[in-house]
């Protein structure tokens, strides 16, 4: 049996043996997919049940669908700030890392960062372990391999503060198991559990929670163990990049009373698991040679 086929498997049998149980008990949602069959489907799962239509650039707030990211269009730079789909594009999310530089590959031939394929800018072996989702560029922190995203009004004039009740994102080449994660904080900072990522070497992830009772200000990612720019040699140097982002609609946080109610698990989702994946601990940030610069 294939890597893809089996994890089709046990996503099936997790499915079908709680979904209906966990969705009374008021638990996280989690999508969490590998291989990009798999991928292909968590990530349509978890676009319905977001709400199933993709508001785009459209003003906020609007009261169902969801918002996402794909890094595509030829105005996404390569030297990309943090505030590009805050400010600049309205999609009502600022990103924020230490030493404040992010990346994304494949920019436009007008842009100071061409040519670049995958990252081979960066380090010539990436495009051998690295793939896009949505043909064809990819996203990275520069600096660090640990990340923030908070959320926003999209397009409000004032960037006024916003919650959202599910965020997921493709991972590209996570080598090992519990390395890789989203942790999810309510808006006072709370933490809401960190969840790992499914691995698949040179292939993709995803990993995508909707938290039916909690509202999430913020959420975490950390990207394997090392930055962008070392050579990927796992474990002990695991480089991992991403690819799309997917939230729901952000609301405003000022409006906790006038959160959706409950959206019940779906059974056609194959790599749905509604049992809450056991909250791990989040990895201390790196540090040493290659890490921090």
Known sequence: MNFEASTYLLLLLALFGTSFQSAHAQEPVIFNAAGFANVQQAVKDFQDFLGG?????????????????NWDAAAVPFDMPGNFFRDTVTRGILLSVKGDEFRVSNPAKDDPGFP??????INPQYPKQFQAFSPERIFSPLTHNVFTAEFSIPGSPKNDEAWIAGFGAIFVDVDNEKVSSIEYFDPEGKSL????VVADPQGLSFLGVYFPDDVVGSVEVTLGNAILG???FPPEHEVVVMD????????????PAEKPAEKPAKSPGLTVTTTPAPPTKSPS???GPGYDR
Do not use: Q, T, Y
Request: proline share 13%; net charge negative; no cysteine.
């Open 53 to 69: 239509m993709d508001n785009g650039n459209e003003p906020g707030p609007i009261d169902d669908g969801f918002r996402s990211i």
């Open 244 to 255: 799309d982002f997917f939230f729901s609609e952000p609301v405003a946080l000022k409006k």
């Open 193 to 196: 559990g960190s969840f790992p």
């Open 116 to 121: 670049d394929n995958l990252f081979d800018s």
């Open 285 to 287: 940030p790196p540090s």
């Open 230 to 232: 070392v050579d990927d």
